[in-house]
Structures are given as C-alpha cells and as structure tokens.
C-alpha cells in the first residue's frame, strides 16, 4: 500500500477531493479515518454514494484505519488518507501508520481558531499537533486544490493570523 | 484538447465556470455565454460562434452545454451540431463541468458527451433514498 496523499479536511469526501485530488495523485482508494463518521450510517452512506465505484472507499475509526491500512485488501492501493483535524492526523501516524507529507487542505474556522488563510484556520493546540508530527520526519504542507502552490505551514505560520 | 461553451440564460455558465474553478482549481479552453432578455438571435448566435472559435484552437473539437433543452441557449447552439466536431448537451449541472475537465484531454468528444450525459443523470440524488441503506 502507498500514501499518495494524506490531507486534513474538515469537509472529509467532497468536491476538491473527489474531483481535482484523487486524478491528481491518481488515488484508487480512500481512506476516511474518522471516529465520528464511522459512526453515523446515514453519513456513510451518502460519503460511499458520492465516489465513484471506480475508486474504493474504506470509513473507519481511527483504529479500524490502521488495521485496514496495513491488510492485504488494500497492499496494491494507491490510498488518498483524510482526517477531519489534526489531532487524527498525529493519533494515526503515533499508531504507526506513516506518511511522510500531510497536505492541510481545509482546516476552517471555529471559535477559539485563528485564521491562517481563507481555507485555514488554527489554535495552539493544532499548532502543537502538527509541530509533533512534523518532529517525526513529516514535511507539513498547504495546498487546497492541486492547481494551488504548494506551502510549507511555515510560511503560514509566519505570515501570522489574519 | 477539447473545448467548452456553457450558453445560458443569463450568468448561470459563467458562475458554472466560476463554481468548477473553486473546486478543482483554474480550468482551461472553456467560456460561457450569457443570452439576456434583449440579445437578438443574430447576436447569440454570433456570440455562441465565437466562443466556439475561441476555444477550439487545436481543432479537436467543441462541446457546448446549455442549461435547459427547448430554451434559446440550446435551441441556438443545436444548429452548431457537426457530429465529430461539435456536440450540445443540454441540462448541465456542476458535475458534468467538473467531469469535462477531468476528460477534456483524455476521452473523444464523440464518446464524451454521451458519457457526460449519463453522468449527469447519475449525479441526481435524493437524500431520503440513503436513509435505509446499510
């Protein structure tokens, strides 16, 4: 199994993904690790109506995600990883799974968050998540769509909150 | 690559085009053409002609969605009809756009506008229809 793409979406599976990243990265599967979602049958099942049978679709818990990632169903995919936020993000990659690149694709505004840019927004505590997951070799980029430049969160940081 | 006119009544292809843009980033070979209340036939069918021309450099053929079969966008564009070269899909919606991007450079266009036609129709859902599934 490879990782094309791992991202943090708070929107999950739709448009951006869906229709720019998975051609992009040339994805045949995708993996929603997400403990909410995975709970929720009406929301699963308009998520695995909405990508086309083409592409196989896997919604799991956190720990579900590890353990389908490294089965054999899915040893030749090209997997397009989503988490909702970053403290998933670092959960799973301290659960073992690696990834050496995280795409911040929407991160949006709730309250207590500061805005980065218009599709990201941050508190210290996602600062301190992605710092730990950066510490562990991975290279932490912004980029929303593919026709985007793609950023190193940095950059974003230094910019400082809008 | 093949080329897109979106022809509506109005801005709706022109904000179509926006809407694509937004979710997979700058498109290409694409222009909309508003038909308003006060446009003569000669001047749609002139404006539709040259959006043809504008986005159909490389020769490989053009296909023009409208909004709605029966409407002067459609009824205007269906006379450009030149199986090979150009087509007309009427009823789009943001999937089929989103999908002709993602096709334009890969399929024909005598195949594509049946297969974004299907596609389409597909995309329609009601989400009362999800709620028993498993």
């Known amino acids: ?162 | 690559m093949i080329g897109l006119v979106v022809a509506t009544h109005g801005k709706l292809g022109q904000e179509l085009l926006a809407s694509a843009e937004m979710i997979i980033g700058p498109v290409r070979n694409a222009a909309a053409v508003s038909i308003d209340h006060d446009n003569d036939l000669e001047t749609i069918r002139a404006n539709i002609e040259q959006a043809i021309s504008r986005v159909n450099q490389d020769g490989q053929g053009v296909l023009i969605v409208t909004d709605m079969f029966g409407g002067t966008p459609a009824n205007v564009s269906m006379t450009f009809l030149e199986p090979g070269q150009i087509d007309v899909l009427t009823g789009v919606n943001l999937p089929i756009v989103l999908k002709f991007f993602n096709s334009q450079e890969s399929v024909k266009l005598s195949e594509l506008a049946g297969i974004l036609k299907a596609y389409g129709q597909q995309s329609i859902a009601q989400a009362s229809d999800y709620l028993h599934r498993k």
């Open chain 1, 1 to 162: 199994m490879s990782i094309v793409l791992a991202r943090i979406d708070s929107r999950l599976v739709h448009g951006q993904v869906l229709e720019a990243w998975v051609p992009h990265v040339k994805a045949d599967c995708i993996v929603v690790a997400n403990d909410e979602v995975a709970g929720v049958s009406f929301q699963r099942a308009v998520m695995e109506a909405a990508v086309p049978s083409s592409i196989k679709l896997v919604i799991g818990t956190l720990e579900e995600a590890v353990r389908i990632l490294s089965s054999a169903e899915l040893l030749k995919k090209r997997v397009l990883l989503l988490f909702s936020n970053s403290e998933d993000a670092l959960e799973l990659r301290q659960l073992g799974v690696i990834y050496d690149k995280l795409n911040l694709g929407n991160m949006h505004s709730s309250s207590g968050k500061d805005r980065y840019s218009c599709t990201i927004a941050l508190d210290t505590e996602d600062i301190h998540n992605l710092q730990k997951i950066e510490d562990q070799g991975v290279s932490i980029v912004c980029q929303c769509v593919p026709a985007d430049r793609e950023r190193t969160w940095h950059k974003l940081i230094q910019t400082g909150a809008r």
